[in-house]
């Protein structure tokens, strides 16, 4: 018995040691640059160079006035390959763009002015502009390789690769909760989405032509694209409180600017989500209400249904990272950096004080997390997924553009009814989870060429019921689905037929047990309205009157 004990307490060893073990995460290394606040997430470029921009040292003699903040290019093995040295301010996250120029802005110089710079790969200035705007959120790239940002007034701003810039104004107006915060986000159309103050989304052509405004809230804190065009949108605090008493609001946006669904939670939605390839939601969040600000992990399907809940010390303010293998990198407000296996378990922790920004994934896999205390750390991982918002910025370079979206293939199965009388029903399988927009087509022959739309947005919906056709008559059906790209292949056709009732028989049934119909009526629409007596479940009375309407077709109405 004393043998069998000391086997189950060395087994419970090993199981322990090997779970601790496999729970403390290491940092491959760790390269600690000048300055004395580092609030900004990296960027990575093509080739693996890391780039982190700080804030440089507070001057408590001037408001707002920092002084030496620059720009540091690391090697992926850590070591420093240049400083590029700006004018004095508050930096915002680096993006690399085309031909690996880094772009950032700086602000709260001592001029009172602010600054964007393009710097060359190289370290060598390409160009900077002064101006009195203001950029803080991390720029994004154009499908044609111009550089956006959104000022603090809410304006859309346009630099061409030679530094030339033009402001599109937008419909919101001057707010509390700063648009400039929020970096905008373009689609795989060339659409650009973006936060214009008071709490209005907006959606603009480079040539400032508004496609449509969405106001779900005051404080939009973050945007991304799935895979099949949804707009997402974060919302801190929705109006009219701005006390921060209510809960959080998240939205899913279809590509003409209306609602999809919404998720309403007592949570600070604080960062933009993470899109999985397949459309899944990896959602972050600051818990309301309680003793200390904790955080937590939504994981949604599509259509906005919670599937998972990860709770976590510190409060998630910032975008988690989703590599390759389905592992989720995600930083909160305790300083913790935590890894989620695909099956949401804990997969790894690492600890180090005042971690907090979003984790890049660079293109070799290296994770890279930033600390306030200027430390930089990659940790050992796998490249993110090429399709979806698998971090922050969309990629690493930080671009926050759309380029994998397309147009949706074909559904893998069509199907049409030839046994029902009182309609036929198309019905098809999804060929991807993400696509919820199809056509419905129909002709009197197998030339797709003859045939004609019948429903152009059957959103959500996997059938189609045809109550517009004759009986015995043979339709052919084609199904293809759609998004902001335009429509995909066509599956089908499909023979579909409408079947008359044997002798005796019905083209539709109600079945009501306990009704004694009185009397029927049909109104010039077509609507059919019948009347009847049914028994009192509440009372021992004998009857209480009802009418019941119906469609031609037999839905009840």
């Known amino acids: 018995m004393k043998k069998s004990s000391t086997v189950v307490a060395f087994i419970l060893f090993v199981w322990t040691a090997s779970a601790t073990a496999q729970s403390q995460l290491s940092p491959l290394w760790t390269n600690t640059v000048a300055g004395t ?44 390959k240049w400083t590029f040295s700006g004018v004095d301010g508050t930096a915002s996250p680096p993006t690399v763009g085309t031909e690996g120029v880094i772009y950032y802005a700086v602000n709260g110089s001592a001029d009172g002015r602010s600054r964007f710079y393009a710097v060359n790969p190289d370290g060598n200035k390409r160009w900077s502009k002064t101006w009195d705007e203001q950029i803080n959120g991390q720029p994004a790239m154009t499908l044609d390789n111009q550089v956006l940002g959104v000022t603090r ?26 648009p400039g915060l929020v970096s905008p986000v373009v689609s795989a159309s060339g659409a650009v989405y973006f936060f214009s103050g008071t709490g209005i989304i907006e959606a603009m052509t480079l040539a400032g032509e508004t ?113 390759g293998d389905g592992k989720l990198w995600i930083t909160d407000g305790s300083g913790k950096l935590s890894v989620l296996s695909a099956d949401g378990q804990l997969a790894g922790e690492y600890s180090a004080e005042s971690l907090g920004a979003a984790p890049v994934i660079t293109p070799g896999g290296l994770v890279i997390v930033t600390t306030e205390k200027c430390q930089v750390m990659a940790f050992e991982g796998v490249a993110a997924p090429a399709k979806g918002w698998p971090m922050a910025g969309r990629d690493p370079q930080g671009t926050h553009r759309d380029t994998t979206s397309a147009v949706p293939p074909p559904p893998t199965v069509v199907s049409a009814t030839t046994n029902r009388n009182d309609c036929i029903r198309v019905a098809w399988s999804a060929a991807t989870v993400a696509d919820a927009t199809y056509e419905v087509w129909r002709g009197s022959a197998t030339n797709l060429a003859e045939a004609v739309r019948l429903d152009r947005f059957v959103a959500g919906k996997m059938s189609f019921t045809d109550t517009n056709t004759p009986v015995t008559v043979p339709y052919y059906y084609w199904v293809r689905g759609a998004n902001e790209l335009g429509p995909g292949d066509f599956q089908g056709p499909v023979l579909g037929v409408r079947a008359y009732p044997s002798p005796g028989g019905y083209f539709w049934r109600y079945s009501a047990p306990d009704v004694t119909w009185l009397g029927a009526a049909v109104a010039e629409d077509g609507t059919l309205y019948f009347a009847g007596n049914r028994p009192n479940a509440a009372t021992t009375e004998t009857n209480r009157s009802c009418v019941v309407s119906f469609s031609p077709s037999g839905e009840r109405r």
Do not use: H, M
């Open 37 to 80: 606040r580092l609030r900004n997430s990296a960027a990575a470029g093509s080739d693996g160079t890391i780039y982190v921009a700080t804030d440089g040292v507070p001057d408590w003699n001037i408001p707002y006035y920092t002084t030496n903040a620059q720009l540091y290019a690391l090697g992926p093995d850590g070591t420093l």
């Open 153 to 178: 007034s809410g304006k859309l701003a346009v630099f061409d690769p030679d530094g030339d810039v033009f402001l599109l104004p937008g419909k919101g107006l001057p707010s509390w909760s700063w």
């Open 211 to 323: 496609k449509w405004v969405f106001q779900p809230g005051e404080s939009i804190t973050g945007l991304a694209i799935g895979p099949d065009g949804t707009v997402y949108v974060s919302v801190a605090v929705p109006p009219p409180n701005p006390a921060y008493t209510t809960s959080g609001l998240f939205c899913a946006l279809n590509t003409d600017g209306s609602e999809r669904w919404r998720l309403t939670r007592a949570t600070e939605f604080l960062a933009a989500p993470v899109i999985a390839p397949d459309g899944t939601i990896y959602l972050p969040g600051s818990v309301i209400g309680g003793p200390t600000e904790t955080g937590e992990l939504l994981t949604l399907g599509i259509a906005g249904q919670i599937l998972r809940t990860n709770t976590f010390a510190g409060a998630l303010e910032s975008t988690p990272a989703l590599a």
